[in-house]
């Protein structure tokens, strides 16, 4: 089955996805916001909080996601969807996270991260449609 040439022609595709340098500015941006978001709680001043727990534990997910992209698109196309649901957990996360006020640092910091991470995420998916043939934003009509 892995020498199909259907098989063989869908893996060309997402790995050219993958290549083409937009995709590869998406993944590097997505690596550095979900480092800074790891980072942020030191970096905005709210360690000692329970988002800042959070945000570690969020920010090195997206950049894993985010090697994992640039290494293996191919591998990892199915999984694209993930990046922008971290995004918008990022940004609701300091109302549903309690055990301590939260600044307007501290959610600037959230909300604005978490933004650019669904875009980017979001983008991320566009990429992964392009990878299966299929222009973004196209729908298949339905079946009768």
Same mark, same amino acid.
Request: with cysteine.
């Given at each position: 089955?892995?020498?199909?040439?259907?098989?063989?022609?869908?893996?060309? @595709?997402?790995? +050219?996805?993958?290549?083409?340098?937009? +995709?590869?500015l998406t993944d590097?941006?997505?690596?550095?916001?979900? *480092?800074?978001?790891?980072?942020s709680p030191w970096?905005?001043?709210?360690?000692?909080?329970?988002i800042a727990v959070?945000?570690?534990?969020?920010?090195?997910?997206?950049?894993?996601?985010?090697?994992?992209?640039?290494?293996?698109?191919?591998?990892?196309?199915?999984?694209?969807?993930?990046?922008?649901?971290?995004?918008?957990?990022?940004?609701?996360?300091?109302?549903?996270? @309690?055990?301590?006020?939260?600044? +307007?640092?501290?959610?600037?910091?959230?909300?604005?991260?978490?933004?650019? *991470?669904?875009?980017?995420?979001?983008?991320?998916?566009?990429?992964?449609?392009?990878?299966?043939? @299929?222009?973004?934003?196209?729908? +298949?009509?339905?079946?009768?």
């Amino acid at each position: 089955m892995g020498t199909h040439p259907d098989i063989l022609e869908l893996r060309a @595709r997402y790995e +050219a996805a993958g290549a083409n340098p937009a +995709a590869q500015l998406t993944d590097g941006l997505t690596l550095l916001s979900g *480092l800074y978001l790891a980072l942020s709680p030191w970096v905005v001043g709210f360690q000692n909080r329970p988002i800042a727990v959070n945000n570690l534990v969020t920010g090195l997910a997206i950049a894993v996601l985010a090697l994992c992209y640039s290494s293996a698109f191919g591998r990892t196309h199915g999984i694209s969807w993930i990046a922008p649901v971290l995004g918008l957990w990022t940004i609701i996360a300091p109302w549903v996270i @309690r055990g301590g006020t939260n600044t +307007a640092g501290t959610i600037a910091n959230n909300v604005v991260t978490g933004a650019i *991470l669904l875009a980017l995420g979001l983008t991320t998916v566009r990429f992964s449609m392009i990878g299966r043939g @299929r222009p973004a934003g196209f729908h +298949a009509p339905p079946e009768h």
